[in-house]
């Protein structure tokens, strides 16, 4: 039996923004035909990390969504899609469109575990995590019979695949890497930790005393989702809030955290967050938030006890707390990568217009500059050519 694994030009891990935005421009240069290029990603359908997100998140109430390129003739936008749709759905059923007209054959629920350097070439490993048959013994009364079922991929290994590949475009994007700093007493806290990924709804916490941790976008909105629906709400963050009079942050335009992040990226250092860079908008909602007192932001706490947070410096005092939401962040996803030794003692991985330097195999499409909407769409362009130039 033949055991070499699948060899291809291309693969690329992650079919959110930035992964389907390179998909695109791979084929729209004719880079790649079918059987050159795959895909893998390891979420169940389309929707990248948006489709993991909460319900009552809407497009818009953050920043503006850009749209993927190739589509205006089409003519599906964002632009034009419906708000009072949960954004997980709209950009699903895009994402999912843009698949099927460009026939990008995404191949789905598949986990990359490592890649490594197998000389002029890299190995992909991943796993098919889609439920697998299983035989299972059925007893009923005295007779036995087999039959074939389904069980979840936890209980029954997930087969293992391999595929060697020219070039890789690492798209995974930052959703599966929270970020969670660490404060005394956190292990002693009675109630619930959890991050910005693992929000659902607000009635999770009806009747509770809630604490909201974070500066930006994504701790504003739950504490505008909860005020109606906690018992008690205290936000923190570390930073005071950098609000700027504007209603919508047009991720195009704020040229200062872009050149922030790209900077870090290009020397290797860990990546600051966004929104220091960004500043936050006041929308209408958010004003009337800020009018009303609600978002006023204490200092961070300094330690964590069974049922409520503490401050010991100046502020002196302490909030009950029931729940704590750490909206603090993601990191990039890249564990999987850490065979090719990519990773800077400065923290990061020296990225210079979405290519890896240390692997000129190896491109980080979505990273630093790229992390938003429009970044990632761009990124697709800017790959693409410097597959072209090398292939
Ligand atoms: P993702 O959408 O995260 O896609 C990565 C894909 O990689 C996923 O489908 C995942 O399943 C897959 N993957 C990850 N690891 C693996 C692996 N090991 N194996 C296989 N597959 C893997 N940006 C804006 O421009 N406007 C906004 O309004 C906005 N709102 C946001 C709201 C929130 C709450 C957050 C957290 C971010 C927001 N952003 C926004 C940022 C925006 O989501 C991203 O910049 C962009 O959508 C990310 O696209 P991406 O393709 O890089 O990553």
Same mark, same amino acid.
């Given at each position: ?18 992964? %389907?935005?390179?998909? &695109? ?5 004719? @880079? ?7 895909? %893998? ?16 998140? *809407?497009? !818009? ?26 954004? /997980?759905?709209?950009?699903?059923? &895009? &994402? ?29 490993? &991943? ?9 299972? %013994? /059925?007893?009923?009364? @005295?007779? !036995?019979?087999?039959? /074939? ?33 660490? #404060? ?15 929000? =659902? ?24 989702? @909860? ?10 963050? *570390? ?28 020397? !290797?250092?860990? %990546? $600051? ?8 908008? /006041? ?34 005092? =302490?909030? *009950? ?10 990191? $990039?996803?890249?564990?999987? @990568? ?19 330097? =240390?692997?000129? *195999?190896?491109?980080?499409?979505? #990273? ?8 990632? =769409? ?14």
């Amino acid at each position: 039996m033949n055991t070499s694994p699948e060899r291809v030009k291309v693969v690329v891990i992650g079919a959110g923004q930035a992964g %389907l935005s390179v998909a &695109y421009y791979l084929r729209r240069f004719e @880079l790649v035909a079918g059987q050159d290029f795959v895909m %893998l990603d390891r979420a169940p359908g389309p929707g990248g990390a948006w489709q993991h997100r909460w319900s009552s998140l *809407r497009l !818009g109430t953050a920043h503006r969504v850009n749209d993927l390129p190739g589509l205006a003739d089409l003519g599906l936008s964002f632009d034009t899609a419906d708000r009072a749709l949960p954004a /997980k759905d709209v950009v699903a059923d &895009y &994402y999912g469109r843009f698949e099927e007209h460009f026939d990008l054959q995404v191949r789905r629920p598949m986990n990359v575990r490592s890649v490594t350097n197998e000389g002029v070439d890299l190995l992909v490993r &991943y796993e098919d995590l889609s439920p697998q048959p299983v035989e299972e %013994l /059925k007893t009923r009364g @005295l007779f !036995g019979r087999r039959r /074939k079922t389904f069980e979840a991929p936890q209980t029954v290994e997930a087969p293992q695949l391999e595929l060697s590949t020219q070039f890789l475009v690492n798209a995974t994007g930052t959703w599966g890497s929270p970020f969670v700093p660490f #404060y005394p007493g956190m292990g002693e806290f009675a109630g619930r930790h959890l991050h910005t990924s693992d929000f =659902s709804s607000a009635e999770d916490f009806r009747d509770q005393h809630v604490v909201v941790v974070g500066g930006g976008t994504s701790a504003i909105g739950f504490m505008l989702e @909860l005020e109606d629906v906690a018992a008690g709400l205290t936000w923190v963050s *570390r930073r005071p809030i950098d609000w700027i009079d504007r209603q919508e942050l047009d991720l195009e335009g704020a040229s200062a955290a872009v050149a922030m992040q790209d900077e870090a990226a290009r020397s !290797g250092r860990a %990546l $600051p967050s966004i929104v220091s860079g960004t500043g936050v908008p /006041k929308s209408r909602r958010i004003a009337a938030g800020i009018e009303r007192g609600l978002l006023v932001a204490r200092p961070m706490f300094d330690r964590i006890e069974e049922d409520r947070i503490v401050w010991d410096g100046e502020q002196q005092g =302490s909030a *009950r707390a029931d729940a704590i939401i750490w909206a603090t962040g993601f990191r $990039p996803e890249l564990r999987h @990568l850490a065979p090719l030794k990519l990773r800077e003692k400065a923290g990061g991985v020296t990225v210079g217009q979405g290519a890896a330097w =240390s692997d000129p *195999r190896v491109f980080l499409a979505g #990273y630093g500059p790229q992390a938003s909407t429009i970044g990632a =769409s761009r990124a697709g362009r800017m790959i693409a050519r410097q597959i072209m130039a090398m292939l």
